[in-house]
Structure formats: C-alpha cells, structure tokens
T-cell receptor, first 112, second 112 residues
Framework: GDSVTQMEGPVTLSEEAFLTINCTYT??????LFWYVQYPGEGLQLLLK?????DKGSNKGFEATYRKETTSFHLEKGSVQVSDSAVYFC???????????FGSGTRLLVRP | DTGVSQDPRHKITKRGQNVTFRCDPI?????LYWYRQTLGQGPEFLTY????????KSRLLSDRFSAERPKGSFSTLEIQRTEQGDSAMYLC??????????FGPGTRLTVL
C-alpha cells in the first residue's frame, strides 16, 4: 500500500541555519503531497502542498518540490527561526477518499 | 471560532470501560475523518464519512470501535471495553472541496 518515509529526528539547528527534512513516498497512482506542522500544544496545521509532479509548494519561507522521478518531497527553508521549532509531518493523499497517509514526523529544535 | 472542535480534550478511563468522543467539523464540510496518533508517530487513518455515510474503515478499527455521523453534521467515535493499547490522541479532520483537511485539537485518551 501507499506509504511515506521521512527522516528521523530530532533535528537540532542554530537560528538562521539551512533546513532540509527528507521525505520519500510510495504510491500506486499520482498522489497529492503535503507537509503538516504541529507546534507545541497545538493541532496539526497544513504548511504547504503540491498536487502534481514538479509543483512547488511554499509557505512561511518553507518550500518543497514534488519530484516524481525520485518519489520525494523534501522540505527546505533557507534560514530557520526559533519559532519554527515543531514537529513536521510529510503526508500523501492518493485515492478518492482523500485520506491522508502520514510519515512518522520529524522534530525540529532551533536554538538561538 | 469556526474551526474543527473536539470534546473532550482529555479522557482518562479504566480498562474495560466504554468511552465516546465527539467531533464538530467546520460547517458545510461534507467529509469528516478520524485518525489516531500514538506517541512519536504520525496520525493513522481510522475511518471517514461523506455526509452521513461511512465510506471506509481501516483495519485498525477493530469491532470495539464504532463511529457515526447522524445527519451529516457532528460525528462520534465510541470505543467499547477499552484496552491500554487504545491510549492515544484521537484526531478529527474535515474537508470540503479543496485539497486541505482541517484538523481539530484532538482528544487524548489514557486507559489505566
């Protein structure tokens, strides 16, 4: 079945460092891809999405490009802030139910 | 607040007891999803409704679990004869025509 694999955390960075969180997927069709973020004490929020190959999703300085050839959707940010500390989940939606299949999450800790 | 709401936010119960959770989706969202999230993992799909019809159930949803969405508005998730392995965060999400699912804050269940 469909699945998502993302890099294990925690990832610890200094403020203004470059961030990459790797995400790869397995799907039989042409899924939509998502990054969700969970800030401490809060619910899941959609960060960005891409619905077809070569699409780039972006929001709040974060970017991810839908790479069909490598089945990847890596999350990047050029300069992280302390306020970016959270758990990040990669997810896909691959059928008519639109149910989400999530990776296990990557905790990001940004130090001042 | 017009977001997805869930009640209760926390529930502590003894093994063998029955529990029921409620989810109120965003008004006019026709699809409603339930997920379960255990510590350190991503959410896992349990079931979803389109209006009042339950269209898919995961294999994770054992016979002790039942979900309803009468009149296509709020939904309830009941767990009978709870077990310690049922301890988790239960998340509800709703969706209309866009590709985005909006998540509630979750109900954290602890089974003693």
């Amino acid at each position: 079945g469909d699945s998502v694999t993302q890099m294990e955390g925690p990832v610890t960075l200094s403020e203004e460092a470059f961030l990459t969180i790797n995400c790869t997927y397995t799907a039989t069709g042409y899924p939509s891809l998502f990054w969700y973020v969970q800030y401490p004490g809060e619910g899941l929020q959609l960060l960005l999405k891409a619905t077809k190959a070569d699409d780039k999703g972006s929001n709040k300085g974060f970017e991810a490009t839908y790479r069909k050839e490598t089945t990847s959707f890596h999350l990047e940010k050029g300069s992280v802030q302390v306020s970016d500390s959270a758990v990040y989940f990669c997810a896909l939606s691959g059928d008519s139910s639109y149910k989400l299949i999530f990776g296990s999450g990557t905790r990001l800790l940004v130090r001042p | 607040d017009t977001g997805v709401s869930q009640d209760p936010r926390h529930k502590i119960t003894k093994r063998g007891q029955n529990v029921t959770f409620r989810c109120d989706p965003i008004s006019e969202h026709n699809r409603l999803y339930w997920y379960r999230q255990t510590l350190g993992q991503g959410p896992e799909f349990l079931t979803y409704f389109q209006n009042e019809a339950q269209l898919e159930k995961s294999r994770l949803l054992s016979d002790r679990f039942s979900a309803e969405r009468p009149k296509g508005s709020f939904s309830t998730l009941e767990i009978q004869r709870t077990e310690q392995g049922d301890s988790a965060m239960y998340l509800c999400a709703s969706r209309q025509t866009s590709n985005e699912q909006f998540f509630g804050p979750g109900t954290r269940l602890t089974v003693l």
